[in-house]
């Protein structure tokens, strides 16, 4: 195993109605000038959201109001990798990798983040999995 150490730098924000989570997560990346960010905590709510549920090559989208279970993830300057669970009117839970293509804010969306300093975030092929997957080096 090769990992790297920093001294992360927290960022809160609250997202409001009609806000699109990823657009406001890829703000703070910006703003921050970030090489490397880990989504901490996030709360809130959401009136549509596209997952990607296991295994699953295509997105499903939800449409109604959801609860924000969790959220977590990284994010390079070009991806993010995100998986979310969110829960609708009647508490059942769904889950999955959060889709670029759309997650809007119903009342808030409230995010802590990680900016990590001295790392570097990107994605490259990997031959184990056969996707693009985390690297990491230092800054």
Known sequence: MNWH???GRFMAVRLKPGANL???LRNIFAESAATAMAVVSCVGSLTQVDLRFA???????LR???????LTG???AAHQHLHLSVADEHGQVRGGHLMA?????YTTAELVV???PGL??????CALSGYDELTIAPV
């Open 114 to 116: 990680a900016v990590l």
């Open 5 to 7: 150490a920093s001294d």
């Open 22 to 24: 990823i657009e406001g």
């Open 120 to 125: 570097h975030f990107a994605r490259r092929p």
């Open 55 to 61: 295994d699953r090559p295509e997105a499903t989208r």
């Open 101 to 105: 293509s759309g997650s809007v804010v």
């Open 74 to 76: 990284t994010m390079d």
């Open 64 to 70: 109604g109001r959801f609860e924000i279970l969790s």
